[in-house]
């Protein structure tokens, strides 16, 4: 949950509808590179690093979509995180125009997805960050390195069958943290619940009432403006639209949402209620003065603030500047909590819930942004995932089938009161803890 969106697999974005008309090479004879793609790859380094010229690095749509600015802020702070980038250490070739690139930063190796327009110039059309790798060969590598991180962490490694989840590896596994983005699982599971129950369909439309909303895709969408709840998860869980996902809380019910904690094994829901929507969140870290009002109230109080002081509040008034600081912004007692068992629970329910044909679609919105690199997305026959994070918060969860069939869950969180944490270096973590937990093949 960040008042700018951040999505793990998705962290530079722009059209590349040339590139994607080239089709790819049969798995027979790979892909060789374009001598225009290598080109352009000798370049990326000094554009990650700034000193490159990204008005002729980057075709129009790239620069229209992404213009400098929002370029420069996005590779500064994946140095803040990770440290510069140093080297390229090779490509996964798809096409002549388009290959997964490994580039080795200081604290692990980011996989970018690089997509070249074919037609002279032969400018960047895409460039993605789908992933981190790191450099741990062992679980017990993975968990030492998740221990050491600055501020706290806690994980789960849980096999799923018949009965209770059995926990194959934790740390603080019952510890509840900051959760980010991934509260929004809560929502899915209801609104799986009601169409599970008859209540509502896939394809229900719902019409927008014009009530302000955070940031996302129907931020500035107008009043009346019909999309289905289909769409609404999609881009909830996919790309942790905000706006979606308040339209589908207010849609769906608060008190329904919250109803759903205990039945998905959420160990302690009342320190979740109000169950916040993501407007809520920034409107009570960005007006001065609200959170401590709100912090001092009962369960009731809270609720009467939210529908009343809060709700009425305009967007205006948020203090933008306070998220942009990167400082983390009370994150132990104002946020989503689950503790990494909490999650282990809430993804088998999904699992066990969406079994058979009439799961497909929920299981098409999970499943939609796996969250991994190439490499550990291969281990794992399905992959759902969602993740999470603010200034100080990460959360990466992950719902995984095997080869044979077999299910597992795993999550982990990353909170610090002090400082941010490195997104890169936890994604990379997570990402091998889920590599290294499959099973061999059959």
């Known amino acids: 949950m960040r008042p700018v969106l951040f999505a793990f697999s998705a962290l530079l974005l722009a059209p590349a509808a040339a590139a994607q008309t080239q089709p790819a090479a049969p798995a027979s004879q790979p892909a060789q590179a374009d001598p225009a793609f290598t080109a352009r790859l000798g370049e990326l380094l000094g554009i990650l690093n700034g000193t490159g010229d990204y008005a002729s690095f980057f075709a129009p749509g790239f620069r229209a979509n992404v213009p400098k600015d929002k370029f420069d802020a996005t590779t500064a702070r994946l140095i803040a995180s990770n440290g510069k980038p140093s080297a390229i250490l090779g490509v996964a070739q798809a096409t002549p125009w388009q290959g997964v690139v490994r580039v080795q930063f200081a604290s692990g190796v980011a996989l970018m997805q690089l997509t070249i327009d074919p037609a002279a110039p032969h400018q960047v059309a895409g460039l993605v960050v789908r992933g981190f790798e790191s450099a741990e060969k062992t679980l017990p590598e993975v968990e030492r390195a998740l221990a050491a991180l600055h501020g706290d962490t806690g994980y789960a490694i849980a096999r799923l069958g018949t009965g209770t989840p059995q926990l194959i590896a934790g740390r603080n596994a019952d510890k509840p943290y900051a959760i980010g983005s991934a509260f929004k699982l809560v929502i899915l599971a209801e609104l799986v619940r009601a169409t ?100 001092a109230l009962d369960e009731a109080g809270r609720r009467a603030l939210l529908d009343g002081e809060v709700a009425g509040l305009p967007l205006i008034l948020i203090d933008q500047t306070s998220f942009q600081k990167k400082i983390p912004n009370r994150i132990d007692t104002l946020e989503w909590f689950e503790s990494p068992n909490d999650l282990v629970r809430v993804m088998d329910w999904l699992r066990r819930n969406t079994d058979g044909p009439t799961g497909a679609d929920a299981r098409a919105v999970l499943s939609k942004n796996a969250g991994l690199g190439p490499d550990a997305r291969g281990k794992w026959q399905w992959v759902g995932y969602k993740g999470g994070s603010e200034p100080g918060v990460m959360n990466m969860t992950y719902l995984l089938q095997a080869r044979n069939g077999d299910w597992y869950a795993v999550t982990g969180s990353w909170n610090d009161l002090q400082r941010d944490v490195e997104q890169g270096r936890f994604a990379g973590l997570m990402g091998k803890a889920a590599e290294l937990s499959a099973p061999p093949a059959p």
């Open 196 to 295: 599970n129950a008859g209540e509502r369909k896939w394809d229900d439309l719902v019409t927008l009432d014009g009530s302000p909303l955070p940031s996302g895709g129907y931020m500035r969408q107008p009043k009346g403006t019909q999309v289905s709840l289909r769409e609404l998860a999609t881009q909830m869980i996919s790309i942790s639209d905000n706006s979606a996902t308040d339209v589908l809380l207010k849609t769906l019910g608060r008190q329904k949402v919250e109803a759903m904690m205990p039945v998905l094994g959420i160990a302690d829901p009342a320190r979740n209620r109000p169950f916040l929507s993501t407007l809520d969140m920034f409107k009570l870290k960005g007006v001065p003065g609200l959170a401590d009002k709100y912090l």
